[in-house]
Every structure is written in C-alpha cells, then in structure tokens.
C-alpha cells in the first residue's frame, strides 16, 4: 500500500469517537480561530468592494449554496468558498503549522464549514473532517523540505493546502478509498502559490488559501464522478509534485505513526496581525520596552533563522501596510514606540509614523546558526539593544506567544474572536457562535454565518 492510499484510508475511516478528548477540543478552538480572523477582514475594503462585485458575476441557482460570511447573502458552494478563504487569511491572523510551514485553518475550516453548510453535515461529522483535514495538509508539508521549497519562491500554504481541502471535502462527500487517491492526485497536480507578491506589496496572498480551497474541493468533487488521479503524485519521478518544489523529500514522514499522534495539536494562534515570522521579534521588543527609552536606541540587531532573514529581514523601509505585515525591522519598532502591534499599527497612518520610520532603520536582521539549525521545527529570535550610551540589553525568544509551548489561554482565544466577529456581528450572535463552535459535536447541522 502506498503512503498516500494509506493516507486515503485514514480520511475516509476516520471517526470522531476514536480520538482523544484533547483532539477534539483542539479542533473547536481551530474552527473558532480560523473563523474570526475571516470575520474580521469582512469589512475591509479591498475584500468588501471583491465580494460585492463577485456576487455580480457569479450569480448561480445551484441547489447548493452557502453563506459567504457576515454577508447577506448566499453563492453557489464554489463561489462561496472562494470568498471564505479569502477573508480567511486576508488580515494575517490566522492559525500557523510551523513544521509545515503553513496557514491550515484558513483553507481547512473554510472547506468544511461552507461545504458542509451546503450539503447540511452534521457538527460531529464537520469536526472530523476538520481534523483529516488538519492531518493531511501538515503531513505533506512536513514530508517535504520547506526550508528549499521557500527558498524557491513558493508559498507553502497553497503547494500543500489542496490536500487539507481535499481531505475535508473527501470525508464530507463520503468518498471510498479509491475516489480519495483519485483527490488527492487532482489536488496535488493543482498546487499553487509563489512568494512574488512581497516584492511589490500586492495584495494577493490570500488569493492561496483560497486557491487551494476551491481547487482541494474541486478535486474531492470530481474523484466522485470518476475523473482518476495520479496514486504517485507527490513522488513520481516524471512530474511528482515534491521533486517540482522541493529539494528533497521522506515519504515514510508521511504515514509515521498517523492515528496516533495528530499535528492539529500542534498549531500556533497569531496574537499578532503579521507574518508569524515577525512574532518573536515583537514578543522581544514588547518584554524590554519597559526596561529602556526607546528614543535612546542607537541600533537594534535581531539574530533570528535564515528563511526568516530572506522572507522577513528586507532593510528597505515598507510602503504599504502589506509589506510592513513582512518587515522585522517595522514590527520591532511599532512594537517600542506603541507598545502594542495591533491592526492600526497596519494602516497608511502608521506606517508614515516618522518615529516608527526613524527606529526601523536602525534595526538589522542577521541569521544565527542556533535559530536557522532548529527551524522549522522550532521558530524563534535573539535581539540585542544598544544605547546611545554604549550599554547592551538582549532578549531572547525561544516559544512565540500563541505557540504550542506557550498557548493562547480560553479566555485569550474567545477574546481574540470577539474582539474581531464584533465589527459585523451583534453580541447576541457572537455569542450563539461560540457556544455553537464549542458544542459542535452535538449540532444537528452547521449554521450559517
């Protein structure tokens, strides 16, 4: 049996009942996650003015339809789903796989949900398919080297993410064994997303996740009307989806210990509306801000890995708020004058704040043999502070906030929903969703948005 048709067997089989407690739990806080980084991008104004003109375009009288969320109306599943994942990772918020170097809530939850929504799943039956979904994603990414695939130029979210989307839709749409390899083929020959949007700040990397949605539920959808994909498409020698983007690869990582150990309980939440990257340099910044005067710095060095230094480290002043979601040196010094990094320190305003400019540009990045030696597995930084007085303060930071070593607790968690669910939803229906999302097992359908 080959690793992928095992992974097929572990999706298609798996139940809820058969997983510990913590898995469970694991997924509740995910799905509540994923979905209140979406909410809170519903307003804002590129993403508001696209959904306004897509519903334009897309309108369908499909039997199944879904809500495009904190909006009013419904789509067609594919349209709906295109417009979820978007808003999904659209402010950077979402969930992290540091192993795997990806975004999985943003394209798992959103699958499930708007699926499962059109199709009427049960909550215990969305839950699981959550959890493959989680499962299947980070395992194919951790097989892969993501360090060379980065360096490449792709993004990892959208290589990978057509699996976890596949997985999801697979389980939901009750495929056999055979028709989930036939997904899997087709979602891996329809991988996608490359690193080139940084280099001018547009505005389309949440366009991956989306990407790998659609195109993870197309694959799901047509395995059931009997298009065949490829069983080998991750490691065929002509065309293998891991030889095209990566300099090596383990296709044993792939099914090791698969049903007994579950990645989903490994995801990092993002206290900070960033590139993950950043976050231990700001988590640094923000610890010894009470310890100096910032306006006293003479230079900051921040000693960090060296996909970090190349994705993260540009010296180049950000020009937009969507490069200074990607620059160490903005969020390092956001962090010292303001003593927070929230989403107003993203905005036109901030990043013209001549403070903010005046500190970035004495801050460097510099790759560190300790740090650069433990990732992915382990994301984390070294700052070190000068004075304008010669004296020295150092920081350094081993487990980010929001990491799995160092967990968002409950109460941060339904904080960090709330605080974004409340720019389109009454308190009354935040409510309802938390409760909903908590209980999910018990739910006899999922509820729309």
């Known amino acids: 049996m080959t690793p992928l048709r095992q992974l097929a067997r572990f999706v298609v089989n798996f139940q809820l009942k058969d997983v510990p407690p913590k898995v469970v739990k694991a997924a509740k806080y995910c799905v509540l996650d994923s979905i209140g980084a979406a909410l809170g991008a519903v307003n804002e104004e590129e993403l508001s003015f ?75 039956t969305f839950l699981e398919a959550v959890v493959v979904g989680y499962e299947i994603m980070a395992r194919v990414g951790l097989s892969m080297d993501v360090i060379s695939n980065r360096k490449r130029g792709w993004h990892g979210t959208g290589v990978i993410g057509t699996f976890g989307a596949a997985a999801a839709a697979g389980h939901l749409l009750r495929l056999t064994e055979e028709q989930m390899v036939w997904a899997f083929g087709m979602a891996g020959t329809q991988s996608s997303g490359l690193w080139a949007f940084l280099e001018e700040g547009s505005t389309c990397k949440k366009l991956h996740p989306a990407r790998a949605s659609v195109n993870g539920l197309t694959a799901a959808l047509l395995a059931k009307m009997g298009m065949t994909g490829p069983e080998h498409i991750l490691e065929a020698k002509d065309g293998g989806l891991y ?81 200074a979601k990607f620059s160490i040196p903005y969020t390092v010094a956001a962090a010292l004058v303001r003593g927070r990094v929230s989403l107003s320190e993203f905005t036109n305003e901030a990043v013209e704040d001549e403070q903010i400019k005046a500190l970035a540009q004495k801050v460097s990045v510099v790759a560190d043999p300790l740090f650069s030696g433990r990732y992915p597995k382990r994301w984390g930084c070294r700052i070190r502070i000068t004075m304008e007085d010669k004296s020295q303060i150092e920081k350094q930071i081993d487990n980010m906030s929001g990491s799995w070593a160092c967990p968002l607790t409950k109460e941060q968690e339904i904080g960090k929903f709330k605080g974004l669910a409340e720019k389109v939803i009454c308190e009354e229906d935040m409510e309802r969703i938390v409760e909903t999302i908590l209980t999910m097992e018990n739910a006899e359908q999922i509820p729309e948005i």
């Not at 809530?105 to 708007?114: K, L, M, P, R, S």
């Not at 300099?247 to 509306?273: Q, V």
């Open 50 to 124: 696209i959904c306004r003109e897509w519903k334009t375009w897309t309108k369908s009288s499909s039997p199944y339809q879904a809500r495009v969320w904190g909006c009013n109306y419904k789509l067609d599943v594919f349209q709906a789903l295109f417009l979820n994942g978007m808003m999904g990772h659209a402010l950077e918020l979402d969930d992290v796989h540091t192993g795997s170097k990806s975004h999985i809530g943003a394209v798992v939850v959103e699958t499930a949900w708007t699926l499962g929504e059109a199709i009427h799943t049960d909550g215990k």
């Open 243 to 323: 030889r095209a983007v990566s300099d090596s690869f383990s296709m044993e990582k792939l099914t090791k210990d698969l049903g007994r150990t579950y990645e989903i309980l490994a995801i990092d939440k993002k206290p900070y509306p960033c590139c993950r990257t950043t976050h231990h340099a700001i988590d640094a910044a923000l610890a010894l801000r009470s310890e100096i005067d910032w306006e006293r710095i003479e230079r900051i060095v921040v000693e960090t890995y060296e996909v970090g230094v190349l994705q993260c480290g540009s010296l180049d002043y950000p020009h937009s708020p969507v490069e």
